[in-house]
């Protein structure tokens, strides 16, 4: 049941309407790994500057989360990246980008990670995915996410991409780009037809949607008061998602739809607080107790 | 389960980025009426004028809507209704609002609508559902809709209607409003501590959550691939919800769970094509095949 995540760790620095955090770990590599090890075990693929502290590394291990994949560069410091949310807290803009050491970045997976049977491409340009695709021998589910900026400037290889991975996670915004249309339930299909045999497209605090080979799913998100940070919650909904797939080691119906609410609640958890901090304090318990009040709330 | 609603009688001028249709049946009345029609026998309250065509009164009550308690005001004209919907089918403007017979008008139910248990106050100004109030002997249950105009020129009215009502069925905007919270639980959560027992924030292609005295349950809209005409989604939900709890004649969290998702199928229908076009050739058959489609979607 090996899930290996390939992605980025970075250092982020966070404004809110009403609070600021500098340099906190985050990442698509971190968020996911960190969501995914309430179910199962994950390796994760990455690098990191001389800047990293060990604080961090002993944070991740000490979960589940293997990180033996990750390379510090010489000299290097580690990817920053520093946003601000609006009041709603759902749009954001990107104040700064520092590649620092994804820059010159070509993934290299460690030999035991190649026959892995579960495989994350955190956002990354779809040529640095492809050549991660081409490392692995035969996995079971491999799972991509993207961004406009690949959209929009890696068109073909994103599109090559598309028909090599069984499933894409989105956001909203993303899939009416890519689909070039604004109903949601079309973009979906439309992307699906691009090639992978799922598609789940994130809609914030609005849920998400999974578009199947037989079937549509449509999940709310958690009903959350306190939304302190929403960074991380689309990459801890792909963790909680395939940590959940792994841990099973199959793919039925019950077992995609309760994957999907372990993403959907696992991300609930992350924006709480800030970087990993309200998952730091979880346990599983607590995980399982909000699926059930999660499951409550939709079923009937 | 006698099921009353008081509420617009429109003649409607819809502009969408493809298609325009200029004075089609309407308002908030006719809409929660014809969706509740599919699962009670209704009772209208409103007003129309002398322009009002008697093929309207035949499709209403060939289903199982009553307009006995509609008035035709001699010399007037039916309120009109001109909006424009953004590419998007989600933002839109009202270019123009002609209130006609109900500038003057003040519902005054049938002696045989007074002991109704179910009523339903659609979106007017409070001091007019308030009146409504006073007439009605001892329903069971009592939801009402309001609208930003409301919040802001009637507020003190408003917050005496929110203290004698069950339920306040309203979209995220005005709940936002309402409650000054950008957050929508905790605005739901100040809204029901404003009186009603319950509220229900509509949020268009998003769904809707449900805040009651013991759960709260979210809901995500059907996924549809075809959105026409939104307009009267909101009533038509609030008409499917109420419809079935009359029928039930029971307030269960079974009964509630079903009667949402009975008010996001009808809507996910109405917006299907322009007025209750969608809704004509439909039959309850019809309701149910995409209720147990829905059930499939969000159920696990």
């Given at each position: 049941?090996?899930?290996?995540?390939?992605?980025?760790?970075?250092?982020?620095?966070?404004?809110?309407?009403?609070a600021c955090r500098e340099n906190?770990?985050?990442?698509?590599a971190?968020?996911?790994?960190?969501?995914?090890?309430?179910?199962?075990?994950?390796?994760?693929v990455?690098?990191v500057?001389?800047?990293w502290?060990?604080?961090f590394s002993r944070?991740l291990?000490?979960r589940?989360?293997?990180?033996s994949g990750?390379?510090?560069?010489?000299?290097?410091k580690?990817?920053?990246?520093?946003?601000?949310?609006?009041a709603?807290?759902n749009?954001r803009?990107?104040?700064?980008?520092?590649?620092?050491?994804?820059?010159?970045f070509d993934?290299?997976?460690?030999?035991s990670?190649?026959?892995?049977?579960w495989?994350?491409?955190?956002n990354?340009?779809?040529?640095?995915?492809l050549?991660?695709?081409e490392q692995?021998?035969a996995?079971?589910l491999v799972?991509?996410d993207t961004?406009?900026l690949?959209?929009?400037?890696q068109?073909?290889?994103?599109r090559e991409l598309?028909?090599?991975?069984d499933g894409?996670?989105?956001?909203?915004?993303e899939?009416?780009?890519?689909?070039d249309?604004?109903?949601?339930?079309?973009?979906?299909?439309?992307v699906q037809a691009?090639?992978?045999?799922f598609?789940v497209?994130k809609k914030g605090?609005?849920?998400a949607m999974?578009f199947?080979?037989r079937?549509t799913?449509?999940?709310?998100?958690y009903?959350?008061?306190?939304v302190v940070?929403p960074?991380?919650?689309g990459?801890?909904?792909?963790?909680?998602l395939?940590g959940?797939l792994?841990?099973?080691g199959?793919?039925?119906?019950a077992?995609?739809?309760q994957?999907?609410?372990?993403?959907?609640?696992?991300?609930s958890?992350v924006?709480?607080?800030?970087?990993?901090d309200?998952?730091r304090?979880?346990?599983?318990?607590?995980?399982?107790r909000?699926?059930?009040?999660?499951r409550?709330m939709?079923?009937?």
């Amino acid at each position: 049941m090996t899930l290996v995540v390939v992605g980025s760790i970075a250092l982020d620095t966070v404004e809110t309407p009403t609070a600021c955090r500098e340099n906190v770990l985050g990442g698509s590599a971190v968020y996911f790994s960190y969501a995914a090890s309430f179910f199962a075990p994950v390796h994760v693929v990455g690098a990191v500057g001389e800047d990293w502290q060990a604080d961090f590394s002993r944070m991740l291990s000490e979960r589940n989360v293997d990180l033996s994949g990750v390379r510090q560069i010489p000299g290097g410091k580690t990817f920053r990246w520093r946003g601000k949310y609006h009041a709603n807290m759902n749009d954001r803009e990107t104040l700064e980008v520092h590649l620092n050491v994804l820059e010159q970045f070509d993934p290299v997976l460690p030999d035991s990670y190649r026959g892995c049977q579960w495989l994350f491409l955190g956002n990354a340009s779809p040529a640095v995915q492809l050549r991660v695709l081409e490392q692995v021998r035969a996995p079971r589910l491999v799972v991509a996410d993207t961004m406009d900026l690949w959209i929009n400037i890696q068109h073909d290889e994103l599109r090559e991409l598309l028909r090599r991975i069984d499933g894409l996670v989105l956001n909203d915004s993303e899939a009416r780009l890519l689909a070039d249309d604004d109903n949601l339930v079309r973009a979906g299909r439309a992307v699906q037809a691009m090639g992978p045999r799922f598609v789940v497209i994130k809609k914030g605090e609005h849920g998400a949607m999974l578009f199947g080979e037989r079937e549509t799913y449509v999940l709310p998100a958690y009903p959350t008061a306190e939304v302190v940070d929403p960074t991380g919650a689309g990459d801890s909904f792909a963790g909680g998602l395939l940590g959940w797939l792994a841990m099973q080691g199959e793919l039925t119906a019950a077992t995609w739809k309760q994957a999907l609410a372990c993403g959907v609640v696992v991300a609930s958890f992350v924006v709480e607080d800030f970087s990993l901090d309200r998952l730091r304090g979880l346990t599983r318990a607590d995980i399982d107790r909000r699926l059930d009040e999660y499951r409550r709330m939709v079923t009937y």
